[in-house]
């Protein structure tokens, strides 16, 4: 379920469930025990006990991303061969790109030992996570939300440089996915990507008129109903309005929390 819901599809949830608003409310994690597909090696990693509809209102909403992506715990690492991937990727990796991936993973190193795979720095997970994905024939739209994840975890440590160049790397895959007319994200939330990355690099005329330019296109997809059209429609639209009107106050995203 993870896969497609936090990509992209955050934006387009009901009205009703977005509206929650509890004082900080609880996500839960368990440990769990996981064999390495690379390596065999025991490790025990996170895995979400629960978690709400109102993770969809948190700040890194105008990043386009959502909890668990904004969380450590979702990059899993192996103590022996430092595979490092997605926890819902974990148990899925194709077998015949395991030896390529093996290969990729030899040269990698992590500066000191560890017992919890949660002591190495999400960036540099992150940066195995990058090589191994390499290997994974991905699309343009989940690169484009590894980038934007990879800013927010830059942000997160304060290395604001690294933040802006990977959110830059974003905002060429969407411009690059708006131009080829990419229909595996709808348009609508393309061009809202593309604002918000704009605003997030500094560029804040242009990422204002992105998002004015996402208010004028209507929600649609291919596996999308009426009602999911109608519904992204309106979400969409006053999350917008949000947006536009943070950029243009005193308290923009991109300066306050994420
Ligand atoms: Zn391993």
């Given at each position: 379920?993870?896969?497609r819901e936090?990509?992209?599809l955050?934006l387009a949830l009901p009205l009703a469930a977005r509206?929650?608003?509890?004082?900080?409310?609880?996500?839960?994690?368990?440990?769990?025990?996981?064999?390495?597909?690379?390596?065999?090696?025991?490790?025990?990693?996170?895995?979400?006990?629960?978690?709400?509809s109102?993770?969809?209102?948190?700040?890194?909403?105008?990043?386009?991303?959502?909890?668990?992506?904004?969380?450590?715990?979702?990059?899993?690492?192996?103590?022996?061969?430092?595979?490092?991937?997605?926890?819902?990727?974990?148990?899925?990796?194709?077998?015949?790109?395991?030896?390529?991936?093996?290969?990729?993973?030899?040269?990698?190193?992590?500066?000191?030992?560890?017992?919890?795979?949660?002591?190495?720095?999400?960036?540099?997970?992150?940066?195995?996570?990058?090589?191994?994905?390499?290997?994974?024939?991905?699309?343009?739209?989940?690169?484009?939300?590894?980038?934007?994840?990879?800013?927010?975890?830059?942000?997160?440590?304060?290395?604001?440089?690294?933040?802006?160049?990977?959110?830059?790397?974003?905002?060429?895959?969407?411009?690059?996915?708006?131009?080829?007319?990419?229909?595996?994200?709808a348009?609508k939330e393309?061009?809202?990507?593309?604002?918000?990355?704009?605003?997030?690099?500094?560029?804040?005329?242009?990422?204002?008129?992105?998002?004015?330019?996402?208010?004028?296109?209507k929600y649609d997809g291919p596996d999308l109903t009426e009602e999911e059209k109608s519904i992204g429609e309106t979400n969409i639209n006053s999350?917008?309005?949000?947006?536009?009107?943070?950029?243009?106050?005193?308290?923009?995203?991109?300066?306050?929390?994420?």
């Open positions: 379920m993870f896969r936090f990509i992209a955050g509206s929650i608003s509890a004082s900080t409310p609880a996500t839960t994690w368990f440990p769990k025990e996981f064999d390495c597909p690379v390596c065999e090696t025991k490790n025990t990693y996170m895995v979400v006990g629960s978690y709400g109102y993770i969809y209102s948190w700040p890194s909403k105008y990043q386009l991303i959502y909890w668990p992506v904004t969380v450590g715990n979702t990059f899993y690492l192996c103590k022996k061969c430092h595979l490092s991937v997605f926890m819902w990727d974990h148990d899925d990796l194709p077998k015949y790109k395991i030896p390529a991936m093996k290969k990729t993973l030899s040269g990698v190193t992590v500066e000191k030992k560890f017992e919890e795979y949660t002591e190495v720095p999400v960036f540099k997970r992150l940066e195995i996570v990058e090589k191994v994905y390499g290997h994974l024939d991905k699309d343009d739209a989940f690169w484009n939300f590894f980038y934007r994840i990879k800013g927010y975890h830059f942000q997160d440590v304060e290395d604001m440089e690294s933040a802006s160049a990977a959110r830059k790397k974003a905002l060429e895959i969407v411009t690059k996915m708006i131009a080829a007319k990419d229909d595996s994200v348009a393309l061009w809202a990507i593309s604002g918000a990355m704009k605003h997030f690099t500094m560029q804040d005329k242009a990422a204002l008129e992105d998002l004015n330019k996402a208010m004028t296109v999350f917008l309005v949000d947006y536009i009107n943070r950029i243009n106050g005193a308290n923009p995203p991109r300066d306050s929390d994420q």
